[in-house]
């Protein structure tokens, strides 16, 4: 079985390819809208993503040597997401689906990040760490579905980090050689500012931190804020993930999503595995962020238990999270 899969959701427009059987990734093309200044404006994302969407499908199938009509399947990230970005690739998978007469398999974003992270990370049964610029979720599979244990109440924690550094004009680009913007800042940095710890249960909140450390530029070093507001936000994390982990008892964590390739994070999730006995396991950089790969190989374990859905039925869901989504593929 092969399986195209179409990931738009935010500023990437990616194609992906996968097959049911080893190696499963046969092509993973993509293009990341950056923004010259400011944040993603919906309207660019949406012009972005329709001027590269052909050469990027062209480029996915010549990677993996096929033509469109040895495709089985489409699949398609229909969210969650940002409207105007999701209906590109909404539009693309649809008209493919009905001019090659192929089916349509909806998927949501953030199985795909999941399942990516499964393949890659070869994670039995872990809990997992969805960090990206618009997700902050601790989420374990149980029971037919990946259930939520903890999430931000607000922003995300990569959403933050990039608004304070944007605010403060240390970007964009917000990663420089491989490093956030807030990781090149907070390396002068060394004194913790008093700034607001917001964990409620197992739940997080940024927003009121973001604030609050805006509110210290300029009667602070920025370097000693760069470095509290990202330690402060990490330690948040933490703390809901090691509840997480007592309550679960689980032996592996996986850290999934664009967040997944700081640095900084890693070694204190590396330092949390060693106190907790826990297996760290990080997905790949190149399956770290939005990428068509993690739709089609999602698309492809959903295609396979019979989840499809109909052309005229395909809507985007901007708001569609992870735990409404039935998992027959798993047990
Ligand atoms: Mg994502």
């Known amino acids: 079985m092969l399986v195209l899969g179409i990931e738009s959701t935010a500023h990437t427009l990616g194609v992906g390819i996968a097959k049911d059987q080893p190696p499963y990734i046969l092509a993973n093309e993509r293009d990341t809208f950056v923004p010259k200044e400011g944040g993603m404006k919906p309207g660019d994302l949406l012009k972005h993503h329709a001027e590269v969407s052909g050469t990027i499908l062209r480029r996915a199938l010549e990677k993996a040597n096929i033509s469109i009509n040895d495709i089985n399947y489409i699949a398609v990230a229909l969210g969650p997401g940002i409207g105007p970005a999701l209906r590109v690739g909404a539009t693309l998978a649809r008209a493919l689906s009905l001019k090659y007469n192929k089916k349509l398999v909806p998927v949501n974003h953030g199985i795909g990040h999941i399942e990516i992270g499964y393949l890659t ?6 809990l997992i760490l969805y960090l ?5 979720i601790i989420t374990t599979f149980y029971k037919g579905r990946f259930r939520i244990f903890g999430e931000t109440l607000d922003i995300a924690l990569g959403n933050m980090m990039d608004v304070f550094v944007r605010e403060v004009n ?3 680009p917000y990663i420089i050689n491989g490093k956030h913007a807030i990781d090149i800042c907070s390396e002068k940095g060394s004194k913790l500012l008093k700034l607001p710890y917001v964990v409620k249960g197992q739940d997080m909140s ?3 931190l973001l604030t609050a450390a805006l509110r210290l530029v300029g009667k602070e070093k920025l370097e000693d804020i760069c470095y509290s507001i990202r330690e402060i936000a990490f330690d948040m994390l933490l703390e809901a993930t090691e509840r997480a982990l007592a309550l679960t008892s689980k032996k592996e964590l996986m850290i999934v999503g664009g967040v997944a390739a700081s640095v900084s994070l890693r ?3 590396e330092e949390l595995g060693k106190e907790w006995d826990v297996q760290i396991k990080i997905v790949p950089p190149e399956f770290a962020g939005d990428n068509g790969a993690m739709i089609a190989y999602a698309g492809m374990l959903a295609a396979s238990k019979g989840v499809f859905i109909d052309v005229d039925k395909s809507y985007i869901r901007p708001r569609w999270r992870v735990d409404e989504v039935d998992i027959p593929w798993r047990n």
């Open 121 to 126: 990370t070869e994670a039995k049964d872990p």
């Open 132 to 136: 990206s610029g618009g997700n902050t």
């Open 170 to 172: 240390l970007a964009p």
């Open 206 to 208: 940024f927003s009121g």
């Open 267 to 269: 070694k204190k999730l």
